[in-house]
């Protein structure tokens, strides 16, 4: 069974600092994809980034970057130049099954990010 | 107008009680979920609409009716709840267009608490 492990309950950084949040997956798919999810305290889940598993170079949208490292199984996330806003919960997934036309996501369970001033 | 809205917001009922909980998109997405987010726990995906067809329905318990009418509106009927059911319930949508890197867009959930 495909699974998520993210270790890091809560992590801090200070504004304008980098920050690395830990993934960490299981599969035996040669085939799947990779998400991270950021959850506001509003409670609404909002699409960060995606790494497929065949894609050679990690993936990038803004400041974020994603550190894929296939071999160890991680895809950490970084978050560049870390902003107020970007406390929240942090969740990474990874598609189950790549031949259906669905998303069948499974989660990790998160990790708490605080940023302060 | 937000892509995924969900209502209520927030809900407290008691374990006889019947009520819905629904969610609408705006997206024109032909896929929609159900998930159960509980504290400390990882989402669990409950239900699966694609074209309106429920797809995937993962062990859930019968106290969880879900209804899907049509491709824009999706709806969780609960009765006769216990209280470990109190969690947040996220409703997302997708295109159902077997894209790998397809992804899913969510609503701000429905905060549950049986009594």
């Known amino acids: 069974a495909q699974k998520i492990t993210q270790t890091q309950p809560g992590m801090f950084v200070q504004e304008k600092e980098a920050v690395t949040l830990d993934c960490t997956y299981d599969?035996?798919?040669?085939?799947?994809?990779l998400f991270w999810y950021k959850q506001p305290s509003s409670g609404e889940m909002i699409f960060l980034i995606y790494q497929g598993s065949y894609d050679e170079q990690n993936a990038t949208e803004g400041r974020y970057s994603l550190n894929f490292q296939k071999a160890r199984k991680s895809a950490n996330l970084v978050i560049s130049a870390s902003q107020l806003g970007d406390s929240a919960m942090y969740f990474c997934?990874?598609?189950?099954?790549?031949?259906?036309?669905?998303?069948?996501?499974?989660f990790g369970t998160g990790t708490r990010l605080l940023v302060s001033p | 107008e937000t892509g995924v809205t969900q209502t209520p917001r927030h809900l407290v009922m008691g374990m006889t009680n019947k009520k819905s909980l629904k969610c609408e998109q705006h997206l024109g997405h032909n896929a929609m979920y159900w998930y159960k987010q509980s504290a400390k726990k990882p989402l669990e995906l409950m239900f699966v609409?694609?074209?309106?067809?429920?797809?995937e329905n993962n062990s859930v318990p019968s106290r969880f009716s879900p209804e899907c009418p049509n491709s824009s509106h999706l709806f969780l009927h609960l009765h006769t709840l216990q209280p470990e059911d109190s969690a947040l319930y996220l409703c997302?949508?997708?295109?159902?267009?077997?894209?790998?890197?397809?992804?899913?867009?969510f609503g701000s959930g429905t905060q549950l608490s049986v009594l």
């Open positions: 599969t035996s798919d040669q085939s799947y994809g």
């Open positions: 609409y694609s074209l309106e067809e429920r797809v």
């Open positions: 997302a949508s997708s295109q159902d267009s077997q894209g790998p890197n397809e992804k899913l867009f």
């Open positions: 997934a990874m598609r189950e099954g790549l031949i259906t036309g669905f998303q069948k996501l499974v």
